[in-house]
Nanobody, 127 residues
Framework: QVQLVESGGELVQAGGSLRLSCAAS????????MGWFRQAPGKEREFVSA????????RYADSVKGRSTISRDNAKNTVYLQMNSLKPEDTAVYYC????????????????????WGQGTQVTVSS
């Protein structure tokens, strides 16, 4: 069982930056690939970024590629999403998710692959 708590979301002007954090409970954080998803009002939840268990592999949605960096600190049981050059279309609730995987380099990108979800943190980008 893993509990995930996101933080770092806030109101920011377009062009600004944010770093989202997701703290996980439990002793087996390194057994999970981690992902970030987002859901804007009236839209379906979409993949943003993910990182493998060992942190060596990452994936990004085209919409955030080049503007975002995902990282993890297994010693602190935390995954981060650094977002730069924010746009109004980045406005959404951002969710952290954990997927128990065997492979240290595997990166799940489909929401159905993830076993645990956080409650979300609101990111609002004003124009």
């Amino acid at each position: 069982q893993v509990q995930l708590v996101e933080s770092g979301g806030e109101l920011v002007q377009a062009g600004g930056s944010l770093r989202l954090s997701c703290a996980a409970s439990g002793r087996t954080f390194s057994s999970y690939a981690m992902g970030w998803f987002r859901q804007a009002p009236g839209k379906e939840r979409e993949f943003v970024s993910a990182i493998s268990r060992n942190g060596g592999n990452t994936r990004y949605a085209d919409s955030v590629k080049g503007r975002s960096t995902i990282s993890r600190d297994n010693a602190k049981n935390t995954v981060y999403l650094q977002m730069n050059s924010l746009k109004p279309e980045d406005t959404a609730v951002y969710y952290c998710a954990a997927d128990a995987v065997y492979g240290t380099t595997y990166i799940p990108i489909a929401s159905y692959e993830y076993d645990y979800w956080g409650q979300g943190t609101q990111v609002t980008v004003s124009s």
